[in-house]
């Protein structure tokens, strides 16, 4: 079994990067490892710290944890078309093994850039639940770990993949029962180092978070299922109590993830809500005792407003999309999109030059530019809206780009 022992791990003084952001926490992560992330380079954890890697890999999963002990860890890789960048991701962090890969259940958007990874890694262990699916990707999955000569364990309640003194990482579900949606058979681990925990959902459901008798409580959660109506009851959040949810969900995807009413759970129990579809790929680090995080994108007011301002900036980062769902819960959605419109078009007209004639709303903070009329440009903060009649080439030049939504062109004023 080719297993990694070990990371070069040393204290690095210097800290070689400018495209994340660091934030919060006793220490901060600059302080613990160098990181060059644009080519490959050897990247450098520090002694003591355990780092968990939430890579944006669009409307899929997929996260990679360094631990303390040199062991690392891939946690599903998206679809198959995003093997490539998480394949570049470990390469730029250095890494040539994974101690353990966990596929957490056969969904193309989790599993579907795995076969790729185990091709191009030497990898230990790979744990997966004990269910089938007759899907090409399933069947890929297991080609690679045959040909790669991987151990296989099943993912199932009680597993334990490390269990040292201050360091454990075990499986609290599936329990063996049987599922109607393999969602729910989703491999669900929990990770503890000295005094802080990560708990990883998979695509697990409100009927998973339910059946879970064991101690959830977590300082760091992905979220289950993207964070879609099924998953991230009131009760669970309130169980976890999370300092931090962490949303792996695509830009504009016409599922409506995250929901609002998720969202909304997890703040209402303290969380700080992060999004790969707003922060791109994030780091959450930790000393056993204190958390620091990483962002690729610094969307930093994440407040009451971030449920209507992230849905304005996921929009306009991918075409506007077709389909159409009629939930309950997107209705709601949608009536306090309209009802935050109403309250704050009278502060965004604060923004408009003293002529009340302009040809373009601009977002100061996401840096989009908006034709009047745009509904996107009813819904920026007032604090954010600003007016212009400037050429858009000219508010290109100032960092703005156009919403994908309206268009906005000087053919169109």
């Not at 599936?174 to 058979?185: A, Q």
């Not at 997107?330 to 040809?359: C, F, P, V």
Request: with cysteine; hydrophobic share 35%.
């Amino acid at each position: 079994m080719k297993i990694r022992k070990a990371l070069s791990l040393f204290i690095s003084v210097i800290f070689i990067s400018t495209f994340f952001t660091a934030c919060a926490g006793e220490f901060t992560v600059s302080d613990l490892y160098d990181k060059y992330f644009g080519e490959p380079a050897e990247y450098t954890l520090s002694d003591g710290v355990l780092a968990v890697h939430f890579f944006d890999v669009g409307q899929g999963d997929s996260e990679f944890i360094q631990f303390p002990n040199g062991d690392t860890m891939l946690i599903d890789a998206g679809e198959s078309n995003m093997a490539d960048a998480v394949i570049s991701r470990l390469e730029a962090l250095g890494v040539s093994e994974i101690t353990y890969v966990i596929a957490t259940h056969p969904h193309s958007d989790h599993i579907g850039g795995l076969a790729d990874v185990i091709d191009a890694f030497d990898v230990g262990t790979v744990y997966m639940p004990d269910v089938e699916s007759s899907s090409y990707t399933y069947e890929n999955l297991l080609n690679a770990i045959s040909e790669d000569g991987c151990e296989i364990i099943e993912a199932k309640s009680g597993v334990s993949v490390i269990n040292e003194e201050n360091l454990r990482a075990y499986i609290i579900s599936p329990s063996g029962g049987e599922y109607s949606d393999l969602n729910n058979y989703s491999a669900v681990l929990k990770l503890t180092y000295y005094d802080v925990s990560y708990l990883f959902m998979g695509d697990a459901e409100e009927l998973i978070e339910n059946e879970i008798s064991y101690d959830v409580s977590a300082n760091v959660i992905k979220v289950g299922h993207h964070g879609s109506s099924s998953s991230s009851s009131y009760d669970f959040a309130l169980r976890v109590s999370a300092d931090y949810a962490v949303f792996e969900v695509g830009a504009g995807n016409s599922y409506g993830h995250p929901t609002t009413q998720a969202i909304t759970n997890w703040q209402s129990v303290g969380a700080q809500i992060l999004r790969t579809d707003l922060n791109g790929d994030i780091i959450i680090s930790t000393d056993g005792s204190s958390i620091a995080y990483e962002t690729q994108v610094d969307y930093s007011s994440l407040g009451s407003l971030s449920i209507y301002e992230s849905a304005e900036q996921s929009a306009e980062t991918t075409a506007e999309t077709t389909a159409e769902t009629t939930t309950a819960e997107q209705g709601t959605q949608a009536a306090a999109q309209a009802a935050l419109a109403e309250s704050t078009a009278s502060d965004a007209t604060a923004g408009t030059d003293d002529s009340g004639e302009y040809k373009w709303v601009l977002n100061t903070s996401s840096k989009k530019i908006h034709t009047p009329d745009c509904r996107y440009a009813t819904q920026i903060d007032s604090g954010n809206y600003k007016t212009s009649n400037e050429s858009i080439a000219a508010l290109e030049k100032e960092g703005y780009s156009a919403c994908r939504v309206c268009n906005p062109s000087e053919e169109s004023n």
